[in-house]
């Protein structure tokens, strides 16, 4: 049996949620602040949507950075204490909602662009969320995911998809219990739009200032009309 | 000696303008009209600017969608029947400069962002050209360059920079005598933009629908500043 498996990647977060608020609050995540968090807005302003969802918003910064620019977006989040905090902060709507629980029917609503930011970490859950994504976007709506760079992150491990342990290196020692994460090839990134009804319109590779590396990967889908 | 050198591109496109304003204008060259044509216009508009510089624009296209979304553009062109065409059409400014004449002094202007659209086919004349863009833009201004992906353009030679024989190849049969190109890998076209004062923001690959390939590469490099 696998020693790894999604349910600690919720548990890991609950125990972190308040070291994450305190990291994004003050930017403490030095590539976050220089590359990825212009490539996300970048992305999704570029399509002039009028609605967004964010899946696992966290602390709920890209949400508010979405209303400053005039996009009316709903959060949702599993972690209680980040969804509170996102609240509090005001700008955009938020829900607690779990990937598994999340559907059509829960939200009653469709939305021109659904983005999942550094937000798919797990095996099981990310498949199952994928088939629900259709469902919750407009016809001709985009699905945007910004994640780990499969080739630059995949460090001495061989390439090929599997659960990877997790560390909070480059973090403040606030962090404890990293959680595992289930690594993916560009290959089967592309393979889960393409078996779910999309086909990938671009993908975008923002580079690292210093390096000249991606660091990160953005996949831009479309929702196949039926 | 090599058989091939960048005069050659210029022959070509002497003989080639007329069928070439025929095939833009009517549409003809599919991947242009389903994929890259958009992706170099989301990559200019992306950027905000408040003036372009197209270096290669041929029959003038880009230059006329950028006008028609406010921003002035010059166009600049060696074939002079192409220039014409451009000019008739209207819609921007347009001049007849061979890359090799190009340089502020000529223009006495400098732009925001510097666009090179499929226009960069040659090997010293792209050297001496990157070598001149920094001084045509604007502090902080970008120089977007769209291509043909090193690997998916790669086909069965070996991946390494070099000359290859030129095809029409799914154009119309009034093409002829077609111009040989200048392979460049990944590495080389970020090579030449690091060592003339630019880094990297990002590289992007817009997707042919149909076959989940990238149909073109995107590399939008950032003016450093002194």
Redesign the interface.
């Known amino acids: 049996m696998n020693k790894y498996n999604d349910q600690q990647i919720i548990d890991s977060w609950k125990i972190n949620a308040k070291p994450w608020i305190t990291a994004i609050e003050k930017d403490e995540i030095e590539s976050r602040v220089l590359v990825t968090n212009k490539?996300i807005i970048?992305a999704v302003v570029?399509i002039k949507s009028k609605s967004v969802l964010d899946i696992g918003c966290g602390e709920g910064w890209l949400v508010r950075e979405l209303e400053k620019t005039g996009i009316p977006s709903l959060g949702i989040d599993v972690i209680p204490e980040l969804v509170a905090f996102a609240k509090k902060e005001g700008g955009g709507r938020y829900k607690v909602i779990a990937y598994e629980s999340l559907s059509y029917e829960k939200l009653k609503e469709t939305f021109d662009v659904v983005v999942c930011n550094f937000s798919l970490l797990g095996r099981e859950s990310v498949i199952t969320l994928f088939e629900k994504i259709p469902f919750l976007l407009n016809n001709g709506g985009s699905f945007i995911i910004q994640t780990i760079h499969p080739v630059v992150g995949c460090g001495d491990s061989i390439y090929k998809d599997g659960w990877r342990g997790g560390s909070w290196g480059g973090f403040s020692d606030k962090f404890s219990n990293p959680a595992p994460w289930y690594f993916r090839t560009i290959k089967s990134w592309?393979s889960l739009f393409?078996s779910n009804g999309f086909?990938?319109?671009?993908?975008?590779?923002?580079?690292n200032?210093e390096t000249?590396l991606?660091a990160s990967i953005l996949f831009i889908g479309i929702k196949d009309r039926n």
């Open positions: 490539a970048d570029g592309k393409l086909s990938i319109d671009k993908i975008v590779e923002p580079l200032k000249q991606p």
